[in-house]
């Protein structure tokens, strides 16, 4: 079961980035680290998303979107959180948008942050967070559940 959620990131990108990417919660003890990206290299990406919006000229508003994709506790392992989460982001935003993803291993239940540039690297159009697309979300996040044999919410809370 995978809930999601989406914010608004208005400001310095690189915060964001950075809090996802906190080796603290991505990193088993083994040295494993759960920090990928779609269109874009982590390590990068705070210049790239900012060079896209400058090539644009689309540098002020929202800079980014914070989504959260949570999994039961006990529901996941690190490798297949971190898997569905990868496949989430190139099935949604992966034709048009820069997206780091991170795990984070620091509580009971996984769960992936991702964190998508604002503006378009192929057309220079914003993401818009609207209904549709959160419920787009939704769907292919429920479907990966499906495919990996993981429980969905029937019913979920508005």
Known sequence: MAVTKIFPIKGRV?????????????????????????????????????????????EDGITAYHVIQSFAPGEVTPKTAHEIGMKLA?????????????????????????????????DGKKYYDNTANYNKMKRISDRLCYEYNLSVIQKPKS
């Open 90 to 122: 190139e099935r949604m935003w992966g034709d048009r948008f820069e997206v780091v993803i991170a795990t984070h291993l620091n509580k009971e239940h996984l769960h992936n942050h991702f964190v998508i540039n604002s503006v378009s690297f192929a």
């Open 14 to 58: 690189g915060k964001c980035i950075n809090y996802v990417m906190n080796p603290e919660k991505t990193v088993e003890a083994d040295g494993w680290s759960y920090v990928d990206g779609i269109n874009v290299t982590p390590e990068t990406a705070e210049k790239s998303m900012m060079s896209v919006k400058h090539r644009y000229g689309k």
